[in-house]
């Protein structure tokens, strides 16, 4: 059963730093596809940051690029979500999401569509 569990929002000043952590069990990393995404009040989920291991693709948010960084560490089945220059807009639920991926899935690793699996949300408020 695949399972996944964000963890690591809270309250930060812009301009602050935070790392997410997304534990994940149940699956192998390097046959899906795993994202964190966002969802602020009153707005669509968007995807964040995505990777599919099979083929290396990675996809970023032009909004975050340069401020984020997703990684893993596969020993511990954990993916992270690293935050800096934090601002007010970065203000949401993130979620993590993962998905079977080979690299020819109707859907790129940066669509919400891909994604069947996903954890329960983390709060990040960013305060101006």
């Known amino acids: 059963e695949v399972q996944l569990q964000a963890s690591g929002g809270g309250l930060v000043q812009a301009g602050g730093s935070l790392r997410l952590s997304c534990a994940a069990s149940?699956?192998?990393?390097?046959?899906?596809?795993i994202g964190w995404f966002r969802q602020a009040p009153g707005k669509e989920r968007e995807a964040v940051a995505c990777?599919?291991?099979?083929?290396?693709?990675?996809y970023y948010a032009d909004s975050v690029k340069g401020r984020f960084t997703m990684s893993s560490d596969n020993a511990k089945n954990t993916v992270y979500l690293q935050m800096n220059s934090l601002k007010p807009e970065d203000t949401a639920v993130y979620y993590c999401?993962?998905?079977?991926?080979?690299?020819?899935?109707?859907?790129?690793?940066?669509?919400?569509?891909?994604?069947?699996?996903w954890g329960q949300g983390t709060l990040v408020t960013v305060s101006s």
């Open positions: 999401a993962a998905d079977p991926y080979n690299g020819s899935n109707y859907y790129s690793v940066g669509s919400v569509l891909l994604y069947d699996y």
């Open positions: 149940g699956f192998t990393f390097d046959e899906y596809a």
């Open positions: 990777i599919g291991s099979s083929d290396g693709t990675t």
